[in-house]
Structure formats: C-alpha cells, structure tokens
C-alpha cells in the first residue's frame, strides 16, 4: 500500500513540474528572437563570446567574406542584416552590429561577435561578457 501511494504521490509531482523549466539567464522576451523579432526595441539580454583570426576570409552563413576588424555578429534567429546595439553590462560601453553570420553554438551565449566589436565593447581579454542586445533596425535602416 505504502508503495502504491508513493507511486502516486511521485506521478503526481511529475505531472505538476512536467511543463516547468528553469531558465539560467533572465531574457526581456517572451521567447526566442526569430525572424520575425527584427521589430526595434526587441531586446535579449546573454552571455557573448567572439571570434576572429581563425575564421577572418572565410564565408559567413549569408554569403560574405568574414572580416574580423568589421562591425558584425552572428546570432541563432535573427534575420541576416538586423542591426543590433550591443551594451557590455560590465562596463557600458557599446557598439553597433550587423547580423551576417549564424552561432554561437555554445549553449548559454546569444551571440559571437566579430574580434572588431568585441575589442570596441573592452572584453577581448575576458572572452566574454554579459550584454544586452537592442534590434535598432535592419540593414537598409528601417
């Protein structure tokens, strides 16, 4: 009987916590920035790392040329040409950037900034720093 009631009393908790999930970093959204979050003011709030000399003249996922001193970024969702604004929480510094590249794919970043932005935003010889991202327009500046 003791088993019987255990058995329901788990199930029970399993049913209750079975559509919760723990979220690791707070995101002023109500979900993933996608295509269609190319609005301004969508913001998302993460961990950013960068990337540079080992990727510099290969092709980005849209087509371009990788540029590691250009002002530009690769996010998961957000359409190619979004231009983001980028404030290192650390320090407040910013900078402005484009979407030309697909990543991180290191779970817990939001986005991999080219070597350019990442020395502007003074986080080079951290690797990586706790920012906002701001969707400021798209690559045509609308």
Do not use: K, W
């Amino acid at each position: 009987m003791q088993n019987r009631i255990s058995a329901m009393v788990l199930s029970g908790l399993l049913m209750m916590t079975a559509g919760c999930s723990l979220v690791s970093r707070p995101v002023y959204r109500s979900g993933g920035l996608t295509a269609s979050a190319g609005i301004p003011g969508i913001r998302q709030r993460g961990v950013a790392s960068y990337y540079g000399p080992g990727f510099h003249g290969r092709l980005t996922a849209n087509g371009e040329t990788f540029d590691m001193n250009a002002m530009t970024c690769a996010h998961l969702t957000l359409p190619f040409g979004t231009v983001l604004r980028v404030t290192n929480l650390d320090n407040d510094r910013e900078v402005v950037v484009r979407v030309n590249d697909r990543g991180p794919y290191v779970g817990g970043r939001i986005i991999d900034l080219s070597q350019g932005a990442a020395t502007e935003l003074g986080m080079i010889e951290s690797g990586t720093a706790e920012v906002m991202l701001q969707v400021i327009g798209g690559q045509d500046g609308d």
